[in-house]
């Protein structure tokens, strides 16, 4: 497979029957049925995904979603040379699960000017070709500030791509200028934001966002923001924060909208999943989830989610240990190199965030992968050779004296 290529919807299962599946997949009765029914081009029901939720066998639940995963991509991960920098921690909303937000009177609120944002890019521009900027809902912002903001940084680094706003920051800035989001998000395309990264997701059911974050976008609300995006050519991601208050049918039901409003508009580049880090919040009725469970719903999420190409270990949440074993268990990508983060680190998040290409580079081939850098839509990507490779330290092998 070529570097980089990710088979069609209907050519990876052609790929994947030509493969020898794993043992661990032919010898358990369920994962060979859910692998049947992929190979006979019949989508994985409802039900069969809850019994994968539920399956005894980790392991061989995590084969079959690398089977998957091999199929698609092969031995490759995928990283990116990016930069997060947060707008705003200001926030008009008080998500039970939030420990970013700040009150506009908080000693520690925040709102970058344009000039102060393009400045945090300025000492990484050269070495980027992405900033993920994400913040609060400003309560005086409308699409000019953002307009004002994006056009600045494309004027000043033209190649950095601009992977901007979550769902319900795009409803609050289209309430506040008075606009749809429709409009809204054409002025801002015209301005030169490129995608949407996908946040705020949280669970599909409104029962449980009521429970977690009342007052944002319902769920119908979320899926109609980013079809209004793919509609004007804008590419999205799509997350599901897990380990709050709901339950595996609750998640089932998240995954199952995704590729439903998948199969209708086709924009969801990479599906990004990550579990609630409480150190910081508010929300004391977690149903935290253990590492084993991180590793079941990205391995679910591969199996499920046929029609959406990628799926991301994000390691700014999970850290690079459950990251090294989440690329063998389903998921193809580990994000980048960040330079900055607010939101994971103040919920909790202790992952280094200096972390250089050949550092995410070695971190890929310590689990027997093959590192590919890639650009933010994944429509340019090669194998990344670190500058120096230094053997790896091995205890001494003893011979016969």
Known sequence: MKIGEATSSDGWTSRMSEMQPPMAVVDDELLREALEELLDGRRISNGMGEALFNHKSLSGLASLADFIKRSRFGDQVFF?????VNTTN????ACRFCAFRKGVRHSDAYALSVDEFVSRIEPFADSIDEVHAVGGLH???????YAQLYSRVKSRFPWI???????????????????????????????????????GAEILVDSVRDRICRGKERSDEYL???????S???PTNCTMLFGTVENTSDRITHLDRLRDQQDSTGGFQCFVPYPFLPDKSRLPEAKLASADEIIRVIAVSRIMLDNIPHIKAYRMNIGDSLSSIAINSGADDIDGTVGNEEIMHEAGSTTRLDYSRDELSRLIESAGLVPVK???DYSQTEEYVRVSKPQDARLPVLTDV
């Open 224 to 230: 109609a923001i980013h079809s209004d995006a793919h």
């Open 80 to 84: 990116n040379d990016n930069l997060h």
């Open 232 to 234: 004007l050519g804008i």
């Open 90 to 93: 200001i926030c008009t909303l």
């Open 161 to 199: 791509h601009i992977k901007s706003l979550t769902a319900i920051e795009v409803k609050h800035i289209a309430s506040r200028s008075g606009l749809s989001i429709l409009e809204t998000l054409s002025i801002l395309k015209s301005a030169g934001l490129d995608s949407l990264p996908g946040g």
């Open 374 to 376: 890639r650009n933010s």
């Open 139 to 145: 309560p005086d912002w409308t699409v000019e500030h």
